[in-house]
């Protein structure tokens, strides 16, 4: 028997992304009008409370890592975001950033799937750190700045 097409996320983790998400917006927006408070305090609120709700965007969105058009969905999140940024939009425009690249970022994983990808990646990888210390970057910290150290 054929019914209608699986939901990619179910009911219940949409809701929790969308409630994240207003929670993340609500924050970014409210933040700074709040009072200060003590070190401590606000150490405690970033570790517990901050890092997972931004973190958890990504995890409610990863039945979407396998969607179709997900590349498109991304690019169309990327031009959402810089137009909320034109229209000093600030709070939305960082949400809407972490979604668009997380899907980026699913998208970018596919091409993983392959064993030549990564291992092409493995094999540039010690070839581009040579380049960034004999030529690069990190030879200009070392050299010219180490108080960076």
Known sequence: ??????????????????????GLVVWDAVAEELPAIPDRLDLALIAVVLIPAAFAPAWLMLPLRDAPRLL????????????????GLGAAFNVTKIVALTLLGFWFLRLFDAVSWVVLVAA??????????????????????PGIF
Request: hydrophobic share 65%; net charge positive; charged share 20%.
């Open 1 to 22: 028997m054929v019914g209608r097409a699986a939901a990619l996320l179910s009911g219940r983790r949409a809701a929790a992304l969308a409630a994240v998400i207003a």
């Open 124 to 145: 540039v990888i010690p070839w581009a750190d040579i380049v960034s210390v004999y030529r690069g970057p990190t030879r200009e910290v070392v050299e010219e700045r």
């Open 72 to 87: 498109a969905a991304a690019l169309v999140l990327v031009t959402l975001a810089a137009v909320l940024d034109l229209a």
